[in-house]
């Protein structure tokens, strides 16, 4: 994700909580860090693979990369702070096609 769209979407997140609560703004700003993190870890995982190889001495040995497991903390940070953090419901009327709403006609009888 580039960094316009980390923007963007910290801009929605802060157009839907409280900006007057200093703890959900930085909440909203510690989870675009996270999305940040995540970003980089998939850098990572796209320039070296998904395994990498280790040398030691006459040892050699593949393993998973550690952006790995990286990706799957972060996501774990990611999913608990999103549950912590305090969104505003939408209160705007929505449109209602009920019939209530309608103008009455004639009966039909």
Same mark, same amino acid.
Request: charged content about 35%; proline content about 4%; overall charge negative.
């Given at each position: ?5 980390? *923007? ?11 900006? *007057?609560?200093?703890?959900? %703004?930085?909440?909203?700003? =510690? ?6 993190? =995540?970003?980089?870890? =998939?850098?990572?995982? *796209?320039? *070296?693979? %998904?395994? @990498? ?20 903390? @972060?996501?774990?940070?990611? @999913? ?14 929505? !449109?209602?096609?009920? %019939?209530? =709403?309608? !103008? ?6």
């Amino acid at each position: 994700m580039e960094k316009e769209n980390f *923007d963007e979407l910290k801009k929605q997140l802060l157009a839907r909580i409280d900006t *007057d609560d200093l703890l959900e %703004v930085k909440k909203v700003n =510690d989870l675009i860090r996270l999305h940040e993190l =995540d970003a980089a870890c =998939d850098e990572a995982i *796209d320039r *070296d693979g %998904v395994s @990498i190889t280790i040398e030691n001495g006459s040892q050699k040995f593949i393993k998973s990369h550690p952006s790995m497991n990286e990706k799957m903390k @972060i996501n774990a940070q990611k @999913i608990a702070l999103e549950k912590s953090i305090k969104f505003k419901f939408n209160t705007a009327p929505s !449109p209602s096609s009920t %019939v209530e =709403d309608k !103008p009455k006609c004639g009966s039909l009888i």
